[in-house]
């Protein structure tokens, strides 16, 4: 880790230094460890948070970081969604998607793709028969966005975010690098395309440096440490490997908007820090979520199942 850098940062595009007034941080929070799919261990990150700081969030995963043995990569085996989009971030391995509307390929080191859901599909995230048999490192997150009412039952849809695609941008000191996704940071924009409109980037800090950025007023804002320590606002919160900073904010003062205009993660002295930084407009609807569905109500979850055991999400496409 990372998977993308760059020889030389300070030929980015550079972040402003002064941007005025910054977010403080409401919640520090550890995330605990898992299993899912067929077995690969997970950092629930989003776990132990307050719904209302989430939205419009419903979970994210850290996958790995683990160097598998000859024999032991894993995946998850077929399954339905419906109501959301996954977004899977691959910072290194290999992983292949397939969808039961057409989509799907290959991602790794750096690339992302972004599913939507909508009305539903069915899908498979695996890794390739030849990581299978090799063995090796494998590191990613998966992050689910809520969709509206309104879009919920829109078409399935597929984007591959190759890596030469995501923006690059320095700190204005160059102490940082930032990776951006999704969304708009000081005016650049990342290639991710959203329903839900949400900023999603991936940072790696310098030790010692500190990334401040301007943030969307109407954004909720959420930092996860991927590895290192560091402290999180201008309050310098700590915050190590495996935990989520919540800043203060819209999502989390439903009705209300923040006077914030920016978001600061330092780096610890002697530890670099890797960081996934994401925010959104929340959509203040109920939600209703279970298993691979989020929906506004049990009956719409309820119609989900069915609609899912009658077939409806379509057909799982022969092996190639």
């Given at each position: 880790m990372p998977a993308v850098t760059v020889d030389n940062i300070l030929a980015l595009p550079r972040i402003p230094a002064d941007l005025g007034v910054g977010r403080k941080v409401v919640a520090v929070e550890t995330a605990p460890s898992g299993f899912e799919g067929e077995g690969f261990p997970v950092r629930k990150a989003l776990a132990t948070i307050k719904p209302s700081y989430l939205d419009p969030f419903v979970m994210m995963d850290q996958m790995g970081e683990v160097d598998y043995a000859p024999g032991e990569p894993k995946g998850t085996p077929w399954h339905p969604h419906r109501g959301f989009e996954t977004v899977t971030y691959l910072i290194d391995g290999t992983f292949v998607h397939q969808d039961s509307h057409g989509g799907g390929g290959v991602i790794s080191d750096g690339d992302t793709q972004w599913m939507t859901a909508g009305s539903g599909l069915?899908?498979?995230?695996?890794?390739?028969?030849?990581?299978?048999?090799?063995?090796?490192?494998?590191?990613?997150?998966?992050?689910?966005?809520?969709?509206?009412?309104?879009?919920?039952?829109?078409?399935?849809?597929?984007?591959?975010?190759?890596?030469?695609?995501?923006v690059l941008l320095s700190s204005h000191d160059g102490g940082a690098l930032v990776r951006l996704i999704a969304g708009d940071v000081a005016g650049h924009i990342g290639?991710?395309?959203?329903?839900?409109?949400?900023?999603?980037?991936?940072?790696?800090?310098?030790?010692?440096?500190?990334?401040?950025?301007?943030?969307?007023?109407?954004?909720?804002?959420?930092?996860?440490?991927?590895?290192?320590?560091?402290?999180?606002?201008?309050?310098?919160?700590?915050?190590?490997?495996?935990?989520?900073?919540?800043f203060e904010g819209f999502g989390n003062r439903p009705g209300l908007t923040t006077d914030a205009e920016t978001i600061t993660i330092t780096a610890s002295a002697n530890s670099g820090l890797e960081v996934i930084i994401l925010g959104g407009e929340p959509i203040q609807e109920p939600v209703a979520h279970y298993g691979p569905f989020v929906m506004n109500s049990r009956a719409e979850l309820v119609q989900a199942f069915e609609d899912y055991q009658a077939g409806r999400f379509g057909t799982i496409p022969a092996s190639p």
């Open positions: 069915l899908h498979i995230e695996a890794p390739p028969e030849w990581l299978v048999q090799k063995g090796g490192l494998f590191h990613g997150i998966q992050l689910w966005v809520n969709l509206p009412s309104k879009d919920k039952m829109i078409d399935p849809r597929y984007q591959d975010i190759g890596r030469d695609s995501v290639p991710g395309s959203t329903h839900t409109p949400i900023t999603l980037l991936h940072a790696s800090i310098s030790p010692g440096a500190q990334l401040t950025m301007p943030w969307r007023k109407d954004f909720n804002a959420l930092a996860y440490v991927l590895s290192g320590k560091g402290g999180a606002g201008e309050e310098k919160a700590p915050i190590a490997t495996g935990q989520l900073a919540v």
